[in-house]
Structures are given as structure tokens and as C-alpha cells.
């Protein structure tokens, strides 16, 4: 079983930066697949990033591409989401989740463990 919990969340302007964190519970936290995904007002979720448990490979969405970045440590049983230039349509929920195995997953259906979720608001 992993716990987690996400933080960082806020209003920030468009154009400026915020980093989101997801703390885990457990141990083998090392072992699991970490990613992020969001929910937009009236959207679905979709998904925004993930990375190994090595942290050699992530994999991003297009329209985040370039702007954000997913990192993890392993010592603190915490992944990060560095989110740059942000745009007022990246307004949303977003949410820490966690999978077994060894690749990473870009469909929910992947995640067998999901955070509370954090809010980030972009204003133009």
C-alpha cells in the first residue's frame, strides 16, 4: 500500500512557476512507477507526466512538453512536478498517483494509487 500526498498548489500569474511535491507512504517506495495527471474544470483527467523508479525514463504530455518537468527522490519518498511558463489553461487539479512495475503508464487505468490532489490556478 503507498499513501500520497500531494502539495503545492496555488494561484500563480500565467507565465510564472510552481512546484508541486507528492510525499509517500511506505517503504518500497522506490519500486513504484510515479506520475501526475490533472483535471481541468469540466474536462476529464489526463495525463501530464510520469518517471521510472530509476528516474532515467519520463514520459510527458505534448502540451506540457518543454514546460514542466517530473523529477524524484528516492530518499525522501517524494516526486516533484516543476511546472514553468505556465498558462491559464493549465488550470486544474492535479494529482500524484503511483503503479507497480517497471514502465511508465500514461492511462489511469495504470495507477493503482492516487493522491487527494493539489490546486494550481493560472491567471491570465
Known amino acids: 500500500q503507498v499513501q500520497l500526498v500531494e502539495s503545492g498548489g496555488g494561484l500563480v500569474q500565467a507565465g510564472g512557476s510552481l512546484r508541486l511535491s507528492c510525499a509517500a507512504s511506505g517503504r518500497t517506495f522506490s519500486r513504484y512507477v510515479m506520475g501526475w495527471f490533472r483535471q481541468g474544470p469540466g474536462k476529464e483527467r489526463e495525463f501530464v507526466a510520469a518517471i521510472t523508479w530509476s528516474g532515467v525514463s519520463t514520459s510527458y504530455a505534448d502540451s506540457v512538453k518543454g514546460r514542466f518537468t517530473i523529477s524524484r527522490d528516492n530518499t525522501k519518498n517524494t516526486v516533484y512536478l516543476q511546472m514553468n511558463s505556465l498558462k491559464p489553461e493549465d488550470t486544474a487539479v492535479y494529482y500524484c498517483?503511483?503503479?507497480?512495475?517497471?514502465?511508465?503508464?500514461?492511462?489511469?487505468?495504470?495507477?493503482?494509487?492516487w493522491g487527494q490532489g493539489t490546486q494550481v490556478t493560472v491567471s491570465s
Open positions: 498517483a503511483a503503479r507497480g512495475g517497471i514502465s511508465v503508464a500514461v492511462s489511469q487505468s495504470g495507477y493503482n494509487f
